[in-house]
């Protein structure tokens, strides 16, 4: 009786989170006055809408752009975040941990308030209309990440490393021979959730990219909202279709990735 209230309880759950995304690719593929009808099921099918906004904007140039990005980012952010977290893991210093204390507190500074003077940097750089500002900042390690690694590599027992020293191992190699494939769930977790945000990131792309050849899929859409959303009859369907171009790619990537998320997900709660 118990296990039954439970599968009803998640499957309820599950209806809950999923019909969002069923209402949004129901309504993609409608005609324009059925968009908002709320029927899952379309009474009138309108495939042509995905043909529409293929023709109507570069989304396969955008899709592009942000595939490149969101792994530079991903990539970028995992690899430093992980060599930091490793030094604060592995080494004994004074001082380590309130160094390590100011790293986490950054995490409570709101993005807003190094925006700017972000932007005059990459200006003064020259960078400040690429797509370099997207991805170039996520060399210097991201704190969220650097204690949730830390937190892993805490947890491989100190011998490993010691018996790897004694055999000549440097520490890079205790790094990437030994820290890295025993943590790989943390930094599988890490690469996911910045490969989300950053495909998913809108504030970026709107600060730093004009030209539409360098837009990414949120900014393409912000693109679109503003051609096909704002003006006279505004054609929803094209928006929506938009939007699931742009949520699929996701969805695909979690599922490719989805047992080590999980795994990894798991493993850091049970560290607690």
Known sequence: MRAWMWWTALAAAAVIF????????????????????NRLI????????YS??????????????SVVVALAAAV????????VAFGFAYFRFPGRNAL???VVGTMMLPGAVTMIPTYLIWNQLGLAATQVPLWAGNLFGSAFYIF???????SVPRELFEAARVDGAGYWRLFWRIAVPLCRPALIVAFVFELRASWSDLLKPLIYLRDPALFTMPRGMKAILDQ???????????VLAGAVLTTVPMIIAFFLCQRYFVEGVATQGRKG
């Open 100 to 102: 390590f204390a100011l």
């Open 76 to 83: 970028a952010v995992t690899i430093s975040s992980a060599i």
């Open 42 to 49: 379309p009474s009138n099918w309108a495939p042509e809408n």
């Open 228 to 238: 096909f959303g704002q003006a006279g009859e505004s054609a929803w369907e094209v």
């Open 18 to 37: 999923l019909y969002p995304f069923a209402w949004l690719v129901s309504a993609s593929l409608k005609p324009r006055p059925e968009v908002f009808d």
């Open 52 to 65: 529409t906004i293929w023709t109507a904007a570069p989304v396969l140039t955008w899709l592009g752009n």
């Open 148 to 154: 949730l690694i830390r937190q892993f590599f805490l």
